[in-house]
């Protein structure tokens, strides 16, 4: 009787029999192509990505400096309830006066 039901299971789940192969795994069992196949996927996309990816980061870093936008103190944003343990208490972690604003506005200005 249980084997009648796991029968009925499997075949729901769309196994028929034993399998022959498994079709996602690596090359170690008789397929010689698979370490050409990562090597050309390797000098054909990986290479060529990073080297875009890198070309992208330099263009970027010399375009120049962007205008900061217009500081406005919405009440829901920079909420301070009690102090940082660190510094003066009222800086993040890792603050950057260039681009994180204090409660009452921008440092530099």
Not at 17 to 42: I, N
Not at 87 to 102: E, K, Y
Request: with cysteine; glycine share 12%; aromatic share 8%.
């Amino acid at each position: 009787m249980a084997a009648v039901g796991a029968s009925r299971v499997s075949r729901l789940l769309g196994r028929s029999g034993p399998q022959l192969g498994r079709p996602m795994s690596s090359g170690a069992h008789g397929e010689e192509g698979s370490a050409r196949m990562w090597k050309t996927l390797t000098f054909f996309v990986a290479l060529p990505g990073v080297a875009v990816s890198m070309l992208n980061m330099y263009l970027k870093s010399h375009h120049g400096e962007h205008e900061r936008p217009e500081f406005i103190a919405y009440p829901h944003l920079r909420v301070r309830t009690k102090r940082f343990p660190w510094g003066d208490g009222n800086h993040s972690l890792f603050h950057n006066p260039h681009v994180n604003p204090l409660p009452t506005g921008c440092e530099d200005e």
